[in-house]
Each structure stands twice: as C-alpha cells, then as structure tokens.
C-alpha cells in the first residue's frame, strides 16, 4: 500500500526555519495536506493542496513540493511551533487517505 | 459554525463492546467524507479510514479492516465507530474528520480541515 516518509524529528532555533519533509512514490502527482497537532489538541490543517493555507494560518507556514518529496517551511520559529507535524494525501489509485508517520518539531 | 461534536469518554472493560459518535453541525454531512483516527497514548496518529454517509461507502485501512466498524445515520448526521470485542490496546483517543471545505477552497476535497475534539476510550480490566 502507499507510504509517505517523514523523518521522527526535526529541530530549529527559535526564529530559524524549520523544514519537515514529506516523501512518497508519484508524489509529484497527488496533492499534499499538512496538518500540526499539539499534545492534548486535534490536528489543525496548516497547508492543502500542496502550498495553500487556510483562512487564519500565519504566513510563517508555508508549503512546497519537487518531484516526489513535499517539504512544509515554518519560519521565524518560534516556541509555540512545537508541534508533531504530518503530512497527507488522497491516494486516488486506491481510493484511500494515507497520512505520514509523523515529525516532531522541537524548537530548541 | 461548522463542527464535528464527539460523544464523551468512556471507560470500558476487555471484552465488551462500544459505539462512539460524531455529530456533525453546519454543514451538508451526508455528502462529504467523514475520517476516523486513533492516538494512543505518547504516540502518533494513525488513520483508521473513512465513510461517505451518503451511500455508506467505507474503506477501512489494513491494520483496521475486520477491528472496527464504521456507520452513519444520514437523519441526524451522526457517524459511529464500533468494536464488537475491546481490547486493552483499544485504549486511545479517537478523532473523526471531514473534508468539508470551511477554511479553505473547495476545490480538490482532499484535506481534513474540520476535525472532532476527539473521545478518548479506556479499556481495563
């Protein structure tokens, strides 16, 4: 079945950027959703459609894809952004939403 | 406001058995997907699958096919997640999801953009 990649952790100086990356097979050719999760919280969609935000998203997060990796920037991190992070998609040849493992963003 | 209302926690003993809720408010529920997840405890989400209340079209994930069953009442926009037999490994807190289009474009449907509170479950004997 199809898998998407995401390395465990991730770590970032506050204001720094932070890069979480996303990878899977024909990935180039499925749209990418990212959401952050806080421990106690649901997820929240930060990023759809690649490199779109939703209404409310800071600037700061930032979506991008080459070839069959996704990569979602946070910039001018900041204590707040830690967060587990995970990527999704909508895998049309099954009909099934996959999401990624997982990244946990440590703002050090 | 668009929002999905989870049932309340649930303790529960090894062997019985469980429905949990997801209610829907403010927007067309029986047209758009609705997503289940499992967090256990310190670990990360998994996605269990998802249902189409309109025609109960379901896809259940491989590790949950045969574990769980997914179902929706279309007349009170209600989706349930049921285990006949809980297990100890059963303990977690259970988000469902949508894809309806609130914050975002509705163009491709293919993000979750309004999630559940979550209903956290506790099997122990």
């Known amino acids: 079945s199809y898998v998407l990649t995401q390395p465990p952790s991730v770590s970032v100086a506050p204001g720094q950027t932070a890069k979480i990356t996303c990878a899977g097979n024909n990935l180039a050719n499925k749209r990418v959703n990212w959401y952050l999760q806080k421990p106690g919280q649901a997820p929240l969609l930060v990023v759809y459609?690649?490199?779109d935000r939703p209404s409310g998203i800071p600037e700061r997060f930032s979506g991008s894809k080459s070839g069959n990796t996704a990569t979602l920037s946070v910039s001018r991190a900041e204590a707040g952004d830690e967060a587990d992070y995970y990527c999704?998609?909508?895998?049309?040849?099954?009909?099934?939403?996959?999401f990624g493992g997982g990244t946990k963003v440590t703002v050090l | 406001e668009v929002q999905l209302v989870q049932s309340g926690a649930e303790v529960k003993q090894p062997g019985e058995s469980l429905k949990i809720s997801c209610k829907g408010f403010g927007y067309d529920f029986t047209n758009y997907w609705i997503g289940w997840a499992r967090q256990r405890p310190g670990k990360g989400l998994e996605w269990m699958g998802i249902i189409f209340p309109s025609d109960s079209d379901i896809r259940y994930r491989p590790s949950f096919q045969g574990q769980v069953t997914f179902s929706a009442d279309k007349s009170i926009s209600t989706a349930y997640l049921q285990w006949n037999t809980l297990k100890a490994s059963d303990t977690a807190t259970y988000y469902c999801?949508?894809?309806?289009?609130?914050?975002?474009?509705?163009?491709?449907?293919?993000?979750?953009?309004?999630w559940g509170q979550g209903t956290v479950v506790t099997v122990s004997s």
């Open positions: 999704q998609v909508w895998d049309n040849d099954s009909g099934h939403v996959i």
């Open positions: 999801a949508t894809n309806y289009c609130s914050r975002i474009s509705c163009y491709s449907l293919q993000a979750f953009d309004i």
């Open positions: 459609d690649d490199r």
